[in-house]
């Protein structure tokens, strides 16, 4: 029995099935132009990231790369032809310049709505199709005709322009927020700089300057070890109530975290620097964890606030010494100097950090629930 075309979620005033077409009936690939104009902004496939256009340089017709050939038109569709970044496209709603993409996107013009069809082009769906039809070997790509053949799910315009609409809102909210965490990013970017220069210096509670700070090397404030390995019947990837340690390794995701333990090695408050891949991170601990693979550990020496050292260490220049694989030691991180004030001092500037940290993590969830919406929205107002 043939399924009917009707989605899961649906504004109530549309009725009836939905049309399943090839997608050349309902938009051209890759129309024809007539030739470059004299001077444009050139779109290339590293100019675009998760729907935002990153860079505008405008480039002369005489210098223009061989790639640039697509002359875009307001609500032109830049859909990347190459796996696995069927995903990273542009919706080109631009009037004020002349814009030229790159050969390495196709170009998509429909008559439809053509905001429906670029929120369609990201269903998991349509992107199934399109890299099950991508070949090559080095860079597999779907070309232009065999992208033109896939079937697609299109309503009445009417139903079209109203899921537009509402999945352009959450598209601008998206937007909204992610700009609002990259300038608290920043925010915190520039502030930390004053702060460690001194340029900005906090009172006690009298109104009077604290003591001048004093600078040391990191092997003098602290002791510092390096992560060992751990036995696999300690190791669990799943939290549960046996193992519920976690087990920090070197990487800058999920704050190292490589999985769960039995056991512990660190029963004390201290901060954890990456000595291979991303070297150098710094990662303050409150808990119970056991470090692997070169994790260097500090443990302090003197009274400190390990939040405060953290942003300190992050903002020191730490490159690797080693002539293979890149990697730190604990004598190589001992040798670092860094630059600290007394202890009621480091205090109020890591509290003053964590402040705007909490925010900078608010928005991040509020982000990133949002996607999670959106991801929702889109397998379930689509067929």
Known sequence: MRKQLIPKLRFPEFKGEWKNVELKKVATINPKNEGLPNSFIYVDLESVNKGILLKEERI???????????????????????????????????????????????????????????????????????????????????NSNDLSKIKINIPQLEEQQKIASFLTAVDTKITQLTKKKTLLEQYKKGVMQKIFKQEIRFKDANGNNYPK????????????????????????????ERFKYPIYANSDKLKGLYGFSDIFKIDYDCITITGRGSLGVAIARKELFYPIVRLLVLNPKIKANITFFENAINQLNILSESTGVPQLTAPQISSYKVNYPCIEEQTKIANFLRAIDKKIALVNTQLNTTKTFKKGLLQQLFV
Do not use: M
């Open 60 to 142: 002369f017709k005489t210098n223009a790369p061989s790639r640039a050939q697509r002359i875009l038109l307001k609500e032109d569709i830049l859909y990347q032809t190459v796996r696995p970044y069927q995903k990273n496209n542009y919706f080109f709603n631009k009037l004020e310049k002349d814009y030229v993409a790159s050969t390495g996107y196709a170009q998509i013009r429909t008559i439809n709505n053509s905001s429906y069809l670029y929120q369609y082009l990201h269903t998991n769906y349509f992107v199934n199709k399109v890299i099950l039809r991508c070949t090559g070997t080095s860079y597999p790509a779907i």
């Open 213 to 240: 700070w004093e600078t040391k090397k990191l092997g003098e404030i602290f002791n510092i070890s390096a992560g060992g390995d751990i036995k696999k019947e300690n190791v669990s990837k799943l939290k549960n």
